[in-house]
């Protein structure tokens, strides 16, 4: 009897820990650089990944972006300066816009 309510037991606790394991899914981050000829090239950096972004007549994107907090570069073309975003977070499987992002001289 000890034993059936052991397995019982065992199997209810392995049921619970699959569950409690699921992966999270990336996301990704958006914007538009304004002058759409100053955007050069976009990054997003954390602690753990870099990943630089696709760049198409001053829009951005960077796809599959682990949920977390990231700091997103900006790189200017001469004569407008680069632009440094902190604090963007990504949450589990949601897409972030930045919105229009001005660039200045």
């Given at each position: 009897?000890?034993?059936?309510?052991?397995?019982?037991?065992?199997?209810?606790?392995?049921?619970?820990?699959l569950?409690?394991?699921?992966?999270?899914?990336?996301?990704?981050?958006?914007?538009?650089?304004?002058?759409?000829?100053?955007?050069?090239?976009v990054?997003?950096?954390?602690?753990?990944?870099?990943?630089?972004?696709?760049?198409?007549?001053?829009?951005?994107?960077?796809?599959?972006?682990?949920?977390?907090?990231?700091?997103?570069?900006?790189?200017?073309?001469?004569?407008?300066?680069?632009?440094?975003?902190?604090?963007?977070?990504?949450?589990?499987?949601?897409?972030?816009?930045?919105?229009?992002i001005?660039?200045?001289?």
């Amino acid at each position: 009897m000890k034993n059936t309510y052991f397995k019982i037991s065992a199997f209810f606790v392995i049921v619970i820990n699959l569950f409690s394991f699921t992966a999270l899914k990336p996301g990704s981050i958006t914007g538009t650089v304004i002058p759409a000829m100053a955007l050069k090239d976009v990054w997003v950096v954390s602690t753990h990944d870099t990943v630089r972004g696709l760049v198409m007549e001053g829009n951005f994107s960077i796809l599959n972006v682990k949920p977390g907090t990231y700091k997103v570069i900006i790189n200017a073309v001469e004569p407008y300066k680069d632009a440094i975003k902190e604090g963007v977070s990504v949450l589990d499987g949601q897409p972030v816009d930045m919105g229009e992002i001005k660039l200045t001289r």
